[in-house]
């Protein structure tokens, strides 16, 4: 599969999920991933790096054995789990790797990860990968950190707060709290504001950041 058909699935796949269905139908993932995050602080006490792994649910995993399972053994080679990772990092570019950061609101901007690294175990497949910021960002004031698809198609779940975490002497000083926020809640009393025109954007909507799990780190 092509960086351009793996585009064209979840553009395809995202038309079918916001396209001429009532709001409460809007938000359908249709990817699940189970995710781990961790912000690691520099030697210098800046952000130093983020480390992101993401186990996706086995329909998807098996679909992508399919297309990538060039030799039909039913199983991903080395050099297939490497055509996969660079056809993940080339299409989920667009989509900043799924990672946004706010400091005291500022949204700070991430170098693409070098490489991606895929495996496949115990029928899913798992991709891990680093990025850092695009400039040194002292570790100071409120942090936000969200790991979300704009589009609403793939649904990352953190199980567990520890999910979610830090590491680094520069973040010994800082407190650290798990948000999740209640969809349905905020459905309910945004209704009114979220039309079917809200969600056209196959690119995204802040609904998608208002309902994500994030990670708050105050220093």
């Given at each position: 599969m092509s960086s351009r058909s793996f585009r064209r699935r979840i553009a395809a796949a995202t038309l079918l999920v916001i396209g001429g269905m009532p709001t409460g139908a809007l938000a359908h993932p249709h990817i699940f991933v189970d995710a781990k995050f961790e912000a690691v602080?520099?030697?210098d006490g800046s952000l130093g790096e983020l480390r992101d792994t993401w186990r996706f649910d086995e329909v998807f995993s098996s679909s992508v054995?399919?297309?990538?399972d060039k030799n039909g053994n039913s199983k991903l080679e080395p050099a297939e789990l490497t055509a996969v990772a660079k056809t993940v990092r080339k299409s989920l570019a667009q989509y900043d790797?799924?990672?946004?950061?706010?400091?005291n609101g500022k949204a700070i901007k991430l170098a693409e990860p070098d490489v991606m690294h895929a495996t496949y175990e115990d029928g899913s497949?798992?991709?891990?990968f680093t990025?850092?910021?695009?400039?040194?960002?002292?570790?100071?004031?409120?942090m936000v950190f969200g790991v979300y698809d704009p589009s609403l198609y793939t649904?990352?779940?953190?199980?567990?707060?520890a999910d979610l975490k830090t590491s680094g002497d520069g973040f010994n000083r800082c407190t650290r709290k798990v948000v999740r926020p209640d969809s349905k809640q905020i459905l309910?009393?945004?209704q009114a504001m979220l039309t079917t025109l809200f969600f056209n954007d196959p690119m995204g909507s802040d609904y998608s950041q208002i309902v994500a799990t994030r990670l708050e780190v105050r220093c």
């Open positions: 602080a520099g030697a054995l399919l297309d990538f790797y799924y990672t946004k950061i706010t400091i497949l798992i991709l891990s990025q850092k910021p695009a400039e040194r960002t002292p570790l100071k004031g409120l649904a990352l779940d953190f199980g567990s707060d309910a009393e945004n």
